[in-house]
């Protein structure tokens, strides 16, 4: 039986689970979107939610049991990689450290970096100050996975979404419909002035 056993196993050990989570949560506060499956995203969804509600506090106890729950490490390493396209640097979540806040020692070991929790204390947090839960959100992708064809999804932190729901303009579809009922009002009224016309010819005749 289940009894008080919550959350989904994944079919994982409690270890394995534990850092795919911590790793899910970490991509998420650094990209601030991920690409993953639905059911990994469902799980990690109340686990990263949680995460932001401590932070928003900034408080000591609270950083240190956001260290409890998070591996510290350091963050935006790939911002110096020649590698990357500026295309992707460009259309990130964050306004990106410049390179120079990122260095690397002789061995091309990372030395210096921004780090997760300071991140997540001073930059993710702020954002939902107002916003008393429901931090992320979960879209669906028109794809699936290569080799077992499961569902793939987008899971992002919401308050930068685009579209005419949010920003107010006005959305292709419903110029197009606004388009189709202005041609046919303007067909109604032409027909009706043909057939006034006409009745007209004949009352006079």
Not at 32 to 55: D, Q, S, W
Not at 58 to 79: G, K, P
Request: some cysteine; charged content about 30%.
């Amino acid at each position: 039986m289940r009894h008080r056993v919550a959350g989904k196993q994944l079919c994982l050990e409690s270890d394995h689970r534990r850092a795919m989570l911590r790793n899910l949560a970490a991509g998420l506060f650094e990209h601030g979107e991920i690409v993953t499956t639905l059911t990994k995203a469902k799980a990690v969804k109340p686990y990263v939610e949680r995460l932001i509600t401590i932070a928003r506090h900034r408080t000591l106890a609270s950083r240190r049991l956001l260290h409890s729950r998070l591996t510290d490490r350091s963050i935006f390493a790939w911002v110096a990689d020649p590698k990357v396209k500026e295309e992707r640097k460009q259309s990130s979540y964050w306004t990106l450290p410049a390179a120079s806040e990122i260095e690397f020692n002789r061995f091309g070991e990372l030395r210096k970096s921004p780090r997760l929790v300071h991140h997540l204390m001073t930059r993710v947090a702020p954002l939902f100050t107002d916003r008393p839960g429901g931090y992320t959100r979960i879209v669906k992708l028109d794809r699936r996975r290569i080799g077992d064809a499961t569902n793939l999804v987008v899971l992002q932190l919401v308050g930068r979404e685009g579209g005419s729901q949010v920003s107010g303009g006005t959305s292709g579809r419903r110029s197009t419909a606004d388009r189709r009922t202005a041609f046919a009002a303007q067909i109604r009224k032409e027909s009706g002035k043909g057939a006034a016309t006409t009745g007209g010819e004949a009352a006079a005749s």
